[in-house]
């Protein structure tokens, strides 16, 4: 919709906190003749940020204009100036003007518009040099460094870059968004950036620039050439020829100033062993390893020059198609994704094209395997951010991908024309010993494999000379377990920080809410609460009960309850009857949680406790609305507490008739024991299980003649621990047996 019209009034810029400036004044309808039969031929029109500056520097009064991208309101002041009873706002990214200047014809006396036509441009954009602190400004840049965007400890994703123009000057960017859709789409050093109402800030000495309200932002390809395609999110941005100039002057001058690689990442036909470096591939495969790696099967048309780490997987846990004949051809890269990266990794889908930052090739050799036997090459993307480590898919008609896809369609077609091999001469294939298959048949089975793998079982000493990550059926039993008192095998884990610390004892939470007490008396007094009083047993203490406004006509069972002045024992005895019972305290009458090595929630029998490092510093008003049900994920939500999980974490000494080896059982302990850790921590009965299965899996007092034998699947990994390298084992996708 546009609208055209004189302007009979202008107003001065003002200054205001809400919107930067704003500006207004008063269009009238051009048409003499549509003015004089309309009641409303005038209307408020109200212009915001750096239009309303441009506007005032460039259009004056009886100055033809043709408004554009306008948002219409209703009008506060209809009543005293009678105009039309909406304004319009020039705000947003579709703001736009035309103005045309009015000059007076002397022979005629009535006014005519001269063939002048100024547009005003929506956005202006600040050298970086020029950059002044405490500003929202628009700016054009050229990447020096980036990473991909990762998570905080709130809600938002965060990427951080630093830009430069043909100053010369380097500024720091930091960019927060729930989306990570929103964050800026680079692809390498060198891409073009243009950020819209960014905020300027002094941090550690130096410019920095960061988001702030309404924020957008646009990049391009940097290479000299290419075409001028933007990559953005919205769909509404505004991209003109004067953008597209500035572009190219910035590509100009960024070649001129060798910012840009002349190649941007390193094919594996150039990889070395140790070696850090960016990779451009296609991902033909992937698999699940367990919840904090992935694994990748990429390619990128090109032989590396060292034997690859073929990770073998069972058919059924790969997505994708199978990799044989690229790895006979020494051409598929086995990537293992850790950490934080693993999110965007489940996302990703066979065919899609990758990049990936700072990937480490790591030679690996099993153990025992002679010196003189050349090492196989594995690749790594650790957890972090440092050096831009990440990942990004990228799109299948960005520039960068033409020579690869040249190279990868050469190669499949020189693969489809050679003979198929059998699978089995790609795999590395151990047998279970004879002695093995003779005493399964013999003995009792005290658990059961779930994974579905298609393995062939082996021997624990063929399971310690394979090479990690890899999957392993053995069949073995307990020679012995840690800890032997059970009740320390329950854990609390923080699943943001990878924290894992012991569950607090009675006695050491007890001392909490004893502190607590010896706090202020005064109860709370919150805006959002209702607060009620009762005495207590003891005739000097009163115990406060707070429950959110929006919660008071809800049956009881399904309140959040916040207790105040109460010991361990009483909230005990009120969690009986109460599902979501929150112990806090007084300081200066506003709300706090106890110290959070208690627990910060009761649920009947069952105690809920939050991370200090991960949970909000502050107490804030819970947000209850719109929540159905309360349980432990939503009140630790609504409270702004990182809930850790109880896990239990056991390790298990196995043996067979050709050695030992160390498993841990944590990630799927739950499984094993048929029954979750939360409900262990909270049930006798489930306790007295656990114990009589482990009595069931070494007899107190017996001898390994004795013991049953195991049926478990096994993961090997590896970890990396004071600069060495460790082999470690865990006992994944197994159970126990019901008749136990």
């Given amino acids: 919709m546009t609208l055209a019209g004189k302007v009979v009034q202008k107003g001065p810029v003002v200054s205001c906190k809400q919107r930067d400036y704003l500006l207004k004044a008063v269009i009238q309808e051009e048409d003499p003749k549509q003015s004089s039969a309309s009641q409303h031929a005038s209307i408020n029109v109200i212009f915001f940020g750096t239009l309303a500056k441009d506007f005032s520097q460039s259009v004056s009064q009886e100055d033809i204009v043709l408004l554009a991208g306008f948002t219409i309101s209703k009008s506060p002041t209809e009543q005293t100036d009678r105009l039309h009873p909406c304004h319009l706002e020039m705000s947003g990214p579709d703001a736009c003007l035309c103005v045309c200047s009015s000059a007076v014809s002397s022979s005629s006396g009535s006014s005519a518009v001269s063939a002048e036509v100024l547009y005003l441009h929506r956005y202006t954009y600040v050298p970086l040099n020029e950059l002044k ?13 980036f990473k991909q965007p990762f998570p905080t400890k709130g809600t938002d994703y965060c990427s951080t870059l630093k830009i430069t123009d043909q100053s010369n ?10 989306r990570l859709e929103d964050h800026p789409k680079i692809f390498r050093i060198g891409d073009i950036i243009r950020l819209h109402r960014v905020k300027t800030q002094m941090f550690n000495g130096s410019m920095t620039l960061l988001t702030s309200l309404g924020w957008s932002t646009v990049t391009f390809d940097g290479m000299l050439d290419s075409p001028v395609e933007p990559r953005a999110s919205s769909r509404t941005f505004h991209f003109d020829e004067a953008d597209e100039r500035v572009v190219e002057a910035l590509r100009q001058w960024a070649s001129s100033q060798s910012l840009l690689a002349s190649e941007p990442t390193v094919p594996l036909s150039s990889v070395q062993p140790k070696m850090y470096f960016d990779l451009t591939c296609q991902l033909l495969a ?3 390893m367990d919840s904090r790696c992935m694994l990748l099967k990429v390619w990128d048309g090109t032989k590396c020059d060292h034997p690859l780490l073929n990770v073998a997987v069972a058919p059924d846990a790969l997505e994708g198609e199978p990799t044989n004949s690229q790895d006979q051809e020494n051409l598929t890269a086995n990537i293992l994704v850790y950490d934080n990266h693993v999110e965007v990794a489940r996302t990703l889908k066979p065919g899609m094209f990758l990049r990936l930052y700072n990937l480490h090739a790591v030679p690996q050799r099993a ?12 690749f790594h993307l650790h957890g972090g951010t440092s050096y831009g480590r990440g990942l990004r898919c990228i799109p299948s008609d960005n520039p960068d991908l033409l020579t690869l896809k040249r190279v990868l369609e050469s190669q499949a077609e020189k693969l489809a024309s050679e003979k198929e091999v059998n699978d089995g001469t790609l795999l590395e294939v151990w047998y279970t010993p004879p002695e093995a298959r003779d005493r399964v048949g013999s003995k009792d089975i005290c658990t059961g494999r779930t994974c579905g793998h298609t393995l062939q079982q082996m021997s624990l000493a063929h399971v310690k000379r394979c090479t990690p990550p890899a999957f392993h059926h053995v069949c073995a039993q307990v020679k012995s377990y840690q800890p032997q008192k059970l009740y320390q095998c329950l854990k609390l884990f923080c699943p943001q920080c990878t924290t894992i ?3 607090p004892d009675d006695e050491s939470i007890a001392q909490v809410f004893q502190e607590a007490l010896r706090g202020s008396c005064q109860p709370c007094s919150e805006h959002w609460a209702v607060t009620s009083s009762v005495d207590s047993i003891q005739l000097d203490r009163a115990i406060t009960m707070h429950v959110s406004c929006d919660m008071v006509l809800e049956n009881t069972q399904s309140q959040l309850l916040f207790l105040q002045g109460v010991t361990l024992d009483e909230i005990c005895v009120i969690s009986a009857a109460h599902k979501n019972v929150v112990p ?14 208690a627990p910060f929630l009761f649920c009947g029998d069952k105690r809920y406790y939050g991370c200090k490092q991960c949970s909000r510093s502050s107490f804030v008003e819970p947000k209850v609305s719109g929540v159905e049900v309360w349980d432990d994920h939503n009140v630790a939500k609504a409270l702004g507490v990182q809930l850790m999980q109880y896990v239990l974490l056991m390790k298990f000494e196995l043996e067979d008739e050709t050695g030992t080896v160390e498993a841990f059982l944590w990630e799927d302990a739950e499984r094993f024991f048929l029954a979750s850790s939360a409900d262990i921590s909270a049930s006798q009965e489930l306790q007295d299980k656990v114990q009589t299965i482990m009595d069931r899996l070494q007899p107190p007092g017996s001898s390994m003649a004795e013991r049953p034998w195991l049926e478990l699947c096994l993961i090997a990994y590896t970890v990396e621990e004071n600069g060495r390298t460790q082999v470690c084992y865990q006992i994944t996708n197994t159970e126990t047996r019901e008749d136990l």
Avoid: W
């Fill in 133 to 145: 602190p405490r500003r929202i400004v628009n700016v054009y840049g050229v990447v020096t460094f």
């Fill in 169 to 178: 000057v380097k500024v720091g960017c930091t960019i927060f968004s729930e």
């Fill in 286 to 288: 992937k698999a699940c």
């Fill in 367 to 378: 153990p025992g395997q002679p010196h003189d036997v050349p090492c196989y090459l594995g």
């Fill in 501 to 503: 610390k012991e569950v």
């Fill in 584 to 597: 806090v305290r007084s300081e200066e009458r506003r709300m706090r949680l106890l110290d959070l090595s």
